[in-house]
């Protein structure tokens, strides 16, 4: 019997012991590595050479994303399966522009995971059937990468004069964008944006 060998990127400690004790209730699949840190994934991939990462998008350092998209540029043969409780449909597209695999919900059935493990790792795609639905049904992101960057660190708190710095660009232009923004958006301001875009999945 063949066995997948996975590498688990999980930052909350209780929830990575237990999907740990969960994938090797099955005999042909082995945890061959646990990281707790986005920033981890790629090293740890590479030495360990598993066949299917499975990772969580919020995580410290790097988000899980960001980590998938660097996984597939330097070790193309693993595959990858979000394993998120951000079942947004924009959420979705990103991890799809990010070469995902597979994209689960964490409140799925257990012998789910096992299932969408092994078809990940033949290369098959996998993802959670309502929220494909969802997300065919919802509007694209109407937003530029720039104004994404900069409605990003509005949502972190960062005024106009931080983003500006941020982003080597004028006051100016940085209102001006978030004025671009909130009427994109439909919002009210910049709050409402913020809001929107989140609930979409466009920002993390």
Not at 6 to 14: F, Q, V
Not at 166 to 183: D, Q
């Amino acid at each position: 019997m063949l066995c997948v060998k996975i590498l688990l990127a999980e930052d909350m400690h209780m929830i990575r012991g237990a999907l740990i004790a969960l994938l090797e209730l099955e005999p042909d699949l082995e945890v061959v590595a646990s990281v707790d840190r986005g920033d981890t994934i790629v090293k740890t991939a590479l030495e360990t050479r598993p066949d299917v990462a499975i990772i969580d998008i919020d995580l410290p350092g790097t988000d899980g994303l960001t980590a998938a998209a660097d996984l597939h540029d330097q070790l193309p043969g693993c595959r990858t399966l979000i394993l998120t409780s951000l079942g947004r449909p924009g959420t979705l597209r990103r991890a799809l522009t990010a070469h995902v695999t597979g994209f689960l919900l964490k409140d799925s059935p257990p012998e789910q995971l096992a299932a969408a493990v092994r078809a990940v790792a033949v290369g098959r795609r996998v993802v959670d059937p309502q929220l494909a639905l969802t997300a065919w049904d919802s509007p694209d992101n109407p937003l530029s990468p720039r104004e994404l960057e900069v409605l990003r660190l509005a949502a972190q708190g960062a005024d106009a004069a931080e983003i500006a710095g941020c982003l080597f660009l004028s006051k100016g232009t940085v209102r001006n964008y978030l004025t671009a923004i909130v009427s994109k958006l439909g919002a009210r301001n910049r709050i409402d944006a913020i809001r929107i875009a989140e609930e979409a999945g466009w920002i993390p």
